[in-house]
Structures are given as C-alpha cells and as structure tokens.
C-alpha cells in the first residue's frame, strides 16, 4: 500500500505540497509575485512578452506546465530531445514515481499483482481500468481462448525468412500482416473494432512468438491448445515435440506467467510512446503494434534483456565483475552494464526487486545452478557500492535478472526480447485504445532546432 506520507508528498491536490512547490517554482523563474498558483508566467527577457502558461495535475505526480500556447504567445519552441522533462499526453493506465520506485497499474501496487494476479486479469485491468468479476474474466479468458489462432496463409510467411532469422523480425513482420488478414476490426474510431483487435493481439502473440522459436530450430509449429490456460499454452506451442507429450511445469508456468505481469505496461516508455505516435496517424491497430515490437528490440530498450545475458557470458566468472565495471565507467568505453539504470527510475525499479527474488526461487524449485546467477549478482553489488553508479543512481532494471530465469525455462537468448513484447502487447494496445477513446486527440508532429545550412541560392555544377 501507499503510504499516506507518500500520497502526502507526491499528490498534487493536496494544498500544503502543492503551494509551496509552485510558490518556489514561480519565484524561481521570475521576480513578478505569483498571480494565480495555477499557472507559470514565463517572460521572454528579449521581447518583454509574457505568457501565462496553465498548471495542470492528475491524480499523482508533478504538476505540468501545459506550453500548448507558448510558440503562439512567444514565437519560442521547448526543446527536451530525450523526453525526460516532457509529459507527452495524459493517462489513467500506468503511474510510476522513479524516485520512490513505485508502480502502479490502473492504481494497484505491481507488488500486489505480482503476489495475487495473473498475467490475463492484468491484461483486462490495464484495458479496462478495473480488476473483473468472475464472470467478466471468463468471459474476456473465452475471448483470448478462441482468437488463438493465425491464418493459414500467415503461417506460410514464416517460410519466406532463412532459418536463422531473429525471431524479432519474424514477429514485427508477422504482427504487421496481421492487418492483411483481418479486415473486420480496423475501424480505429469504433470501439467494438479496437476491443476485437486487443483480443486478437493478446491471443495471437504467443502463437506468433511460438512459431518464429519453432521456425529458428527447424520444428513443426504447433496450433494452440484451447483446454490449456495462457501460459501453458504458450509453452505448449514452443516445446512440444511431436514424438512425445510435454509435461508442462507449474513453477515455470507460475513464473512466466509472472514475468508477463511485469513487463505489461511502464507508461510512455520509447515503445508505448512509438505505438501511440503511430497510433495518432490513424493507423491500424496491428501496424501500431508491429511498430512498438520494433520500438522494443532496440538493446537500450526491451532487447537489454537479450544483451544482458551476452554480456553475462562474456564476463563468465565472478573475478572478471570488477574488470567490466571499469569498462561500464570508462567514457572512452561504449559499454556499458546492459540492465542497469533507467530514464525513470533513480531507485530500485520495483520488478527487478520481485524478478531477482523469483530467480533464486524458480532456479531452486528447477534444479538449475547457473553460474551467470552468481556473476549476476556479484556484478550488481561491485556496481552498487560504486561511486560511479551510486552517484548516477544506476541500479539493476527489470532487463538485468530476467534472462537468467527465461533461459532457466529453456528460452534462448533471441527469444528474450519476444518474451517482453508478448506481456507488452497488453499495454501497447491499453494505451492504443486509450489515445483513440480521448476526444481531441492529434497527431503527433514534433518540432526541431534547425542547425543546417542558411537559405542560400543553388550553384551549377560547372561553377561548384
Ligand atoms: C527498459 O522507459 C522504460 O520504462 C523502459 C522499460 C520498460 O518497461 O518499458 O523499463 C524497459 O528499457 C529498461 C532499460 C533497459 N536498458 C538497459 O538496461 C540498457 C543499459 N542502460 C542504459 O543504456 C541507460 O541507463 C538507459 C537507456 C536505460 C537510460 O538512459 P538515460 O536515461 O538516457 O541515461 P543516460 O544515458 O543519460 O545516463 C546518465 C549517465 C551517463 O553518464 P554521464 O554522462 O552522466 O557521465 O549514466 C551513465 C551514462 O553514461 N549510464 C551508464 C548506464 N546507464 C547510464 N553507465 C554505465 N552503464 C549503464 N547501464
């Protein structure tokens, strides 16, 4: 639970933060006596024009600045080319404070879905906005269950990549053609269409994922089982073998059920924000989707977990930690520990807490002894004690223990980065219906700092 000196701190409405927060911050940017605590007068000390920019809050967090105004006001642009200062839209789904480590999704605490969900009533909450009754999880598991399969045809593209393609550009291109196939739910403006493409999302990715790991090592694919729950499923399509039934484990299942809650949804991450700026062009719910899986492969993003674990077995033994930490402070370096620090989190990140209880747990229950377990951890108490890290308030992310518990289920390493986009698919496709429900929404069109040429009059080329 939250505290109610967090809420206290962190919640906008409440007077006595909120005032002295916007009293220092109008005193800080200017001398003029704040007028009225809901907005900022921003003066352009070379024009002497002013602008009143509204303050607006939501139910936690800081309050924002709303600069909709400010190029007409003041002729000026903001320039925030990470994002980090920038909230781009508003959002009831997910809430994270970086700086307390706290995630909630729809306001429950990550912790106690973690503890007493599963993956499919996450998937519901985070597109509805509340936990459902018995008879609504039925209806919408029954739902998932019977949109499971992909078009035959479909099932042939996979034929038309070499065997050792990376299942990420299997499954982005697979994911894009889905809109070839369904023609019934595209209509991004009817509400009906955007629930029936979530649905066929969040049931077809894991037959999707499953077929581009089954294409990868040469095996038939496997069509999707209706008597198994989501998970089993899954991995019922990834390692079925034809020559014998495969004994489903409930402490991987358990744990990869888990896993998927974890990485569900994290607000406007590069992926999310990818998928609502296509999105904002209209376009159709799976090619918005096929662009947040590509958002995701990215190693500084969703592919870290797949990195992670290279990079794992490049250090190999707990005496080579201190040699790679060196390396990850060395500005000359390119490297860096792949699953540690967050644009966000400047704390704990919440699921790496839970993942690496879970690791010690699900590797025991497996009987696995990973030595990459042990480098793991020695890595991450040689970077917490490290000046470099504390001051840059670098810890572990969700990416830096999840690789060791997916290969501890025989997942390979190319599949990782899947694995994430198969629990994100919940949250890109909240956030897609979320942005199309919001009246006024617009597409998205940033503006830049021009740093090329000036005007200038075009030479011929005898005279250049
Ligand atoms: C995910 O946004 C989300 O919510 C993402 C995610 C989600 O659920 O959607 O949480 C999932 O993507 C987690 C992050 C996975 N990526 C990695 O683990 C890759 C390694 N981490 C970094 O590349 C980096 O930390 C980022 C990309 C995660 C964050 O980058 P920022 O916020 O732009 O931070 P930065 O690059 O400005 O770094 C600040 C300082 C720099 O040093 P100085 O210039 O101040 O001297 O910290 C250093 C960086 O060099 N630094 C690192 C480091 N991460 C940052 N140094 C060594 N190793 C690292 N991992």
Not at 70 to 95: E, N, Q, R, V, W
Not at 386 to 397: A, H, M, S, T
Not at 411 to 436: D, K, L, N, Y
Request: hydrophobic share 40%; proline share 6%; aromatic share 10%.
């Amino acid at each position: 639970m939250l505290s109610p000196a967090y809420c206290a701190k962190h919640s906008p409405r409440r007077p006595t933060c909120r005032s002295r927060w916007f009293q220092a911050v109008t005193n800080q940017m200017k001398e003029i006596p704040v007028s009225d605590p809901k907005t900022v007068k921003l003066l352009d000390g070379s024009s002497n024009r002013s602008s009143d920019l509204p303050l607006i809050s939501g139910t936690l967090g800081p309050a924002c600045i709303d600069i909709g105004t400010l190029y007409k006001d003041t002729g000026h642009f903001t320039y925030d080319p990470g994002y980090g200062s920038t909230a781009s839209t508003k959002s009831a789904i997910t809430y994270i404070d970086g700086d307390a480590g706290v995630l909630l999704y729809r306001g429950y605490p990550i912790e106690q879905l973690a503890e007493h969900s599963s993956f499919l009533e996450v998937a519901y909450l985070l597109l509805n906005g509340e936990l459902p009754d018995k008879p609504q999880f039925d209806r919408f598991e029954h739902q998932i269950t019977h949109h499971t399969m992909i078009h035959e045809a479909q099932r042939n593209f996979f034929h038309g990549f070499h065997y050792d393609a990376h299942p990420m550009a299997m499954l982005a291109a697979s994911v894009a053609s889905l809109s070839a196939f369904y023609h019934d739910d595209l209509d991004v403006d009817d509400p009906e269409d955007r629930k029936m493409a979530a649905v066929r999302l969040i049931a077809k990715m894991p037959t999707i994922a499953a077929a581009c790991y089954r294409y990868s090592i040469g095996w038939p694919f496997r069509y999707p089982r209706n008597n198994l729950e989501y998970v089993d499923r899954f991995l019922h399509m990834m390692f079925e073998v034809p020559s014998e039934p495969l004994k489903l484990s409930p402490v991987a299942t358990k744990a990869l059920d888990l896993l998927f809650i974890l990485h569900a949804d994290h607000e406007q991450n590069a992926s999310t924000s990818t998928v609502r700026l296509v999105g904002s062009t209209g376009a159709n719910p799976y090619a918005s989707i096929a662009a947040g899986i590509t958002a995701l492969w990215g190693p500084a993003h969703g592919g870290a977990n797949e990195a992670v674990l290279k990079q794992l077995e490049e250090i190999g033994t707990p005496d080579k930690v201190a040699s790679a930490v060196l390396r990850a402070k060395d500005k000359s370096d390119s490297f860096r520990l792949m699953g540690f620090g967050h644009r966000v989190y400047k704390n704990f990140d919440p699921r790496a807490k839970i993942i690496r209880e879970m690791c010690h747990k699900v590797l025991a229950e497996l009987g696995v002894n990973d030595p990459l377990l042990e480098v793991a951890m020695r890595l991450e108490e040689a970077a917490l004690k490290d000046d470099y890290f504390v001051e840059r308030k670098l810890y572990p992310n969700v990416d830096f223990y999840s690789g060791i518990i997916y290969k501890a289920l025989n997942i390979p390493a190319e599949m990782f980065t899947v694995m994430f986009a198969i629990a994100r698919t919940a949250g890109w496709i909240a956030h897609w219906i979320e942005q199309h429900e919001t009246s006024g929404s617009r597409i998205g069109r940033p503006r830049q700092i021009y740093t090329g040429a000036d005007v200038r009059d075009y030479v011929p080329a005898g005279r250049r």
